[in-house]
T-cell receptor
Framework: DAKTTQPNSMESNEEEPVHLPCNHSTISGTDYIHWYRQLPSQGPEYVIHGLTSNVNNRMASLAIAEDRKSSTLILHRATLRDAAVYYCSQVNNNDMRFGAGTRLTVKP | DAGITQSPRHKVTETGTPVTLRCHQTENHRYMYWYRQDPGHGLRLIHYSYGVKDTDKGEVSDGYSVSRSKTEDFLLTLESATSSQTSVYFC?????????????FGPGTRLTVL
């Protein structure tokens, strides 16, 4: 079974970069890596995804290890609105397997 | 925000009763998904649909069935609810196959089975 693991929680200071790690111990060559985040009482929100190369968008950057066994979501300047639970996942076709999530706290 | 609604938003029911949750979209997206979210497990895929009348099982499909008779509606049915099905249920949609595309999630339905 697909297995993704993440730290339970992390803290950051406002306006500093944050690196959220994820291990993809069972990832296969065709699995994509996706990241979502979830605010309290809301559905998850898409952040970024990639296959092999590092990816950037307006929200974040995604760094994928060469062996693809790990990925890192990078928030370049954390804001208070970035406080959320962040989920990494690996996706094969339509089968998305999520990690248990990392709760990010941003301190002013 | 993507046009996804879920109904009901909250439901309390008793063990052994049938329950149907509805997901409705206005985006005309081909793919629709049902997930459940439990503490310590993140989200787990129950079933998904890749078109009208086309569905497939996910990671935790036992005890659940789905139907999609129209592009815009995806129904999740618990034929005989059990306490282990107490959870928050999320519907999601995507334009293309899930791996290549972002999924848009609905607001969720909190189900309590007593």
């Amino acid at each position: 079974d697909a297995k993704t693991t993440q730290p339970n929680s992390m803290e950051s200071n406002e306006e500093e970069p944050v690196h959220l790690p994820c291990n993809h111990s069972t990832i296969s060559g065709t699995d994509y890596i996706h990241w979502y985040r979830q605010l309290p009482s809301q559905g998850p929100e898409y952040v970024i995804h990639g296959l092999t190369s590092n990816v950037n968008n307006r929200m974040a950057s995604l760094a994928i290890a060469e062996d693809r066994k790990s990925s890192t979501l990078i928030l370049h300047r954390a804001t208070l609105r970035d406080a959320a639970v962040y989920y990494c996942s690996q996706v094969n076709n339509n089968d998305m397997r999520f990690g248990a999530g990392t709760r990010l706290t941003v301190k002013p | 925000d993507a046009g996804i609604t879920q109904s009901p938003r909250h439901k309390v029911t008793e063990t052994g009763t049938p329950v149907t949750l509805r997901c409705h979209q206005t985006e005309n997206h081909r793919y629709m998904y049902w997930y459940r979210q439990d503490p310590g497990h993140g989200l787990r895929l129950i079933h998904y649909s890749y078109g009208v009348k086309d569905t497939d099982k996910g990671e935790v499909s036992d005890g659940y069935s789905v139907s999609r008779s129209k592009t815009e509606d995806f129904l999740l049915t618990l034929e005989s609810a059990t306490s282990s099905q107490t959870s928050v249920y999320f519907c999601a949609i995507s334009e293309r196959q899930g791996a290549y595309n972002e999924q848009f999630f609905g607001p969720g339905t909190r189900l309590t089975v007593l």
